[in-house]
């Protein structure tokens, strides 16, 4: 028998990063909020790698950040190594990695979300969504609590129907042994949501004592590191190096000897793994011609010896894992603390959402996270951050707030998903984005803090300093558009230690500086008298004026995509009347039903000439709508 145990305006179920992200945009926004979670000394855990960021993914960070959301913020508090990746590389490929101290980031965070007004955190275990004519009212505990809200948000992470796998070995259980969450999956089929069945997996955990450093190569941190919030001043400089070691022919021939124990080749798992994060077994039978693979040995945090072998993960027995183990160079002696495994779960098919996350078969039931099919923290903060800020604008009749592709990798990684779908855990990489040289690490705020700023998740204070910004960076691109540099001696040997082609005669600063070899900092020189304008201003004048050519072109291709994005279908629309559409995109655009032709374009099986045939359609205004 259950009791009623309150009412909220959002409940989010879940408290990892996807949650975390989601209970206080919500919050912030006005909803008073209940955050449900299994163990509140869990949240915003990190069960494999103990890092954020990354190609794609650091700049998901920052997106999260101009947003208005916290993961930036709290790893640039509590990390122990940051690195600027790609930085001989142009700034669309450019992008920020942290070595987090896990165990501390978990406690900001909690200590976060204990203080943030309008946020009630709660432990415990939701077995049951509440339904009523097709709208989620609430959820039920397994200890009888009904609470009630006007939206749910779903983040369960990799719990549902959790399954640890290691060689024969096989029970059930949430990550780093954890209670999984058995009877909700059963309860979202119910409800007729379509699950699928994922795998993810993680290496050992190793006595940092046990390890020989002196056969490694170091990973120390940048000297002067960047942080990922554009509100963070503090930089921690006593950072912590990682190590770099390989996989060598020893180690590969245990793994073959042992492929049939693994919990991966010997049928026990039944879950898609990750392509782009293989476990070890996987790496060694699909790229058999390599000698040899990266092995990072990562430090877990300050106050503890753990590290974690990046690039070990495997679900062999643990006696094997110990073999294998002590034939990577500087592991020789290694004593695993924590033996790796594979975990299943289950995840909800994504095209079962709208892009707000919006579940299309119950409204007011938001997923976000890796319930929705991806893997990383990022990715999940990312999406967190989006169905929190739904679910409020929702319950408060407000316009729903959707990213488009050229409006960041949130936008991105959203739409890939629910108009595509993933056959396995979904990793957001550069190469996904159509227009990555507009979505870079360095003008995420340019691109979101408006839209942080008119929903309520950026403070007056924050956009004062984001509009000066602004100005400064126009002003100094209008001044350098009107000073000419002279071919002086001076001038034409700065120039030739850049390496530059000399200067016949007298050019504007403005267009001398897009040239590749000639940085902000040589144009500048050769001036006489220069304002003195923040870093970030230098940066974005830079970036802004050098690329210019190439922007102004990818701007062009998002203004054709955005008329595509224009064109409404409505969401009723009876695709079966419309004549000339071939039968696969009839199948695919009644399973997706997207909602703007820009989005049908991007379905699987959807080609352009059914594309041409619905625009007609749509056009004529004589729309056919499916009966209610």
């Given amino acids: ?129 509440i339904v009523e004519d097709g709208v989620c009212k609430g959820v039920i505990t397994e200890t009888h609590a009904a609470y009630y809200a006007n939206a749910v948000i779903l983040t369960t992470g990799t719990y549902m129907r959790g399954k640890v796998l290691m060689g024969d070995l096989e029970y059930e259980s949430g990550p780093n042994n954890q209670r999984p969450s058995l009877k909700l999956s059963e309860n979202l089929e119910k409800i007729g949501l379509e ?108 106050n503890t010896e753990e590290v974690y072998v990046q690039g070990l993960s495997t679900s062999l027995p643990e006696s094997v894992q110990h073999q294998m183990v002590k ?87 959203i739409d890939d998903l629910v108009t595509k779908g993933t056959n396995e855990p979904y990793r957001l990489l550069t190469s996904r984005a159509e227009y990555r040289l507009l979505l870079r690490h360095d003008n995420a705020d340019l691109r979101l803090t408006e839209i942080g700023y008119e929903i309520g998740l950026i403070s007056e204070e924050r956009y004062e300093k984001f509009l000066e910004k602004k100005r400064l960076v126009e002003e100094e691109k209008k001044r350098l558009s009107k000073i000419v540099i002279k071919p002086t001696e001076e001038v034409k040997q700065m120039m030739a230690e850049a390496g530059a082609t000399p200067m016949k005669e007298a050019t504007k600063a403005y267009d001398l500086m897009k040239r590749p070899e000639l940085s902000y900092e040589i144009i500048t020189n050769m001036i006489e008298s220069n304002p003195d304008l923040p870093e970030e201003v230098k940066e974005q004048v830079g970036i802004q004026i050098k690329y210019e050519g190439y922007i102004k072109k990818a701007l062009d291709q998002v203004e054709r995509m955005l008329k595509m994005e224009d064109k409404k279908i409505p969401e009723d629309i009876d695709y079966d009347a419309v004549s000339g559409i071939a039968t696969e995109a009839k199948e695919k655009l009644k399973k997706i039903r997207p909602l703007s032709l820009g989005q049908a374009s991007r379905i699987s099986g959807v080609n352009p000439a059914d594309i041409s045939i619905l625009l007609v359609y749509i056009e004529q205004g004589n729309i056919a709508r499916l009966a209610n």
């Fill in 1 to 129: 028998m259950t009791y009623n145990a309150g009412h909220y305006d959002v409940i989010v179920v879940g408290a990892g990063h996807a949650g975390v992200e989601a209970g206080i945009a919500a919050a912030r926004m006005g909803a008073n909020t209940l955050m449900l979670t299994l163990n509140l000394d869990m949240i915003a855990f990190m069960p494999c790698n103990p890092s954020i960021g990354g190609p794609a993914k650091g700049i998901v960070v920052r997106e999260v950040d101009a947003l208005g959301g916290v993961m930036g913020k709290v790893i640039d508090k509590t990390y122990i190594q940051m690195r600027m990746l790609n930085t001989g590389k142009g700034p669309a490929v450019q992008a920020l990695r942290a070595q987090a101290d896990k165990a501390l980031y978990s406690v900001e965070m909690k200590k976060l979300i204990e203080n943030e007004e309008n946020i009630t955190l709660r432990q415990g275990m939701v077995e049951e969504l």
């Fill in 195 to 302: 699950l699928v069945r994922f795998k993810t997996g993680t290496p050992p955990r190793v006595n940092s004592h046990t390890i020989d450093y002196s056969k490694t190569e170091i990973q120390p941190g940048d000297e002067n590191p960047s942080l990922f919030s554009f509100e963070s001043a503090e930089k921690i400089v006593d950072q912590i190096p990682c190590w770099l070691t390989y996989t060598n022919e020893f180690t590969h021939e245990v793994i073959n000897e042992n492929l049939g124990l693994s919990a991966m080749y010997s049928g026990m798992k039944r879950g898609t793994g990750p392509r782009y994060c293989p476990s070890i077994e996987d790496k060694i039978v699909r790229f058999n011609d390599k000698p040899r693979h990266q092995i990072f040995l990562e430090p877990e945090g300050r």
């Fill in 327 to 413: 034939t990577v160079p500087g592991l020789e002696n290694a004593e695993i603390m924590r033996a790796g495994y594979a975990i299943e779960y289950d995840a909800v098919v994504p095209t079962q959402l709208w892009p707000t996350l919006e579940t299309k078969a119950i409204s007011r039931l938001f997923t976000a996270g890796q319930i929705n099919g991806t893997s990383g923290y990022e990715e999940a903060a990312g999406q967190g951050i989006m169905a929190g800020i739904n679910a409020a604008r929702t319950i408060s009749g407000k316009d729903s707030v959707i990213l488009d592709r050229a409006q960041g990798y949130i936008g991105v990684l």
